[in-house]
């Protein structure tokens, strides 16, 4: 059961590469049984990984110019279905 | 008036007498509650997956094959790898004095055990994956995402006959999960218990009505009364989500301690912070939420490594049973839950005061 959830696999995406977007993200918070959103903006750099079957699409996020007040990395990856294309409507 | 008020799309889609949905982590409250009428999702995030399954097997022994759903929560980004890592061995000295400063304070006792924390791995994609898996081998009747987006999983949900909800803070989250075909969305506003948007829930809920079509919205964030189920019906929405409500309830496994505390909170009783977690979140006020909201408090970590810090108080608090140090998750509408009521009859109580606000209301108008 776990394999087939956790294969991935790489690739890049060049319609998205250099895009600008706003990620509503978020996820658990460890040892509790709560979660949290984190809010992200910056540039797609195009490289995304599916995850498992159905795949489940990350996109990796750079350059972020807003993340959460001491969010400890440059980077962040972002599921597809939260990626907002900055200047895109429909999104 | 319509001949029955509160029978709405919500109710048809799941075949309930009553558009209220609890949310709770506590099977007894959910298997209550779908008893008498209602609908309950079961928050299973800290669940490993063969825990799910046994819940799972336990509340459908209890309910006659009545409909009942499982939230997970699925996350929305991820850090990359090993940054959170490094960070670990960065906590500065100024948090730690801090944190220690505050247990000096308050007499907080140790832990009486290991740190919860830190013997869970926390939720990645794997062990989401694990879970959702669970859910579709088991073909629960509803997958409920209590964050990020369920649309990955949606075909594979609709092929085993099971409806997927989504929880969302903002419209467009709602916008781009109606178009993929999410079976319901849950408006969560920012009066809610734990993590929340930051739009009210009188703003988001008709905002996102306003953009579903035919798609059912629940209305969560403040919901403790009849009232409230009715302003929310009035507001478009075809259900409640309520989170709060429950945990003072007689079937609760909150601690009586905490339960008293809820009891006597008022809606001004609760902190919207960060310092817990590191996300923010809405909780009960308590000294560690108020010493970090102290301007000459030091800078909130981000998760999860403010819970580092927090997670000694959190549980030797819990361990120890301090009520002057206790805190758990309560949204805004607590100051309207006043006593320990069996679920069913908080059930039965909504359903009465909706009834009698909607019929003044139409009197009202008429």
Known sequence: MVSRATAAREGFDPEMAGKRAECDGGGHIAGTRFAGRQEFTGTLTGEFVDQGDPPWRWYLMVDLTRKPEGYPADAVWCESESVFILGDESS | MAEDPLRTKLCDMLGIEFPIIAFTHCKDVAVAVINAGGFAVLGEAMHTPDEIAADIKWIRDRIDGKPFGIDLVVPASVPPAGALEELMSKIPDTHREFARQIKEKYDVPDPKGPVALHQWGGLNQEMARAQLEVLLDERVPVLASGLGSPVFILEAAHERGIKVFG??????????????????????????????????????????????????????????????????????????????????????????????????????????????????????????????????????????????????????????????????????????????????QIVFDLVDEALTAIEELAGGVG
């Open chain 2, 167 to 344: 929880l969302v803070g903002k419209t467009r989250q709602a916008k781009r999960q109606v178009e993929a075909g999410v079976d319901a969305i849950i408006a969560q506003g920012y009066d809610a218990a734990g993590h929340t948007g930051a739009m009210g829930t009188f703003s988001i809920v008709p905002e996102v009505v306003s953009i579903a079509g035919d798609t059912p919205i629940i209305a969560a964030g403040g919901v403790t009364t009849g009232r409230h189920l009715a302003a929310a019906l009035c507001l478009g929405a075809a259900g409640v989500w309520t989170g709060t409500l429950w945990l003072a309830s007689r079937e609760s496994d909150v601690d009586m301690i905490v339960k008293e505390k809820l009891l006597a909170a008022t809606g001004d009783d609760t902190s919207y912070s960060n310092c817990i977690s590191g996300m923010t979140m809405r909780t009960l006020k308590c000294p560690w939420t108020e010493e970090w909201s102290r301007p000459e408090a030091p800078t909130v970590l981000p998760a999860p490594y403010q819970m580092l810090l927090s997670s000694d108080y959190i549980q030797g608090a819990n361990d120890h049973r301090r009520e002057d140090l206790m805190t758990e998750a309560a949204g805004q509408g607590v100051g309207f839950v006043t006593t320990m009521k069996p679920a069913r």
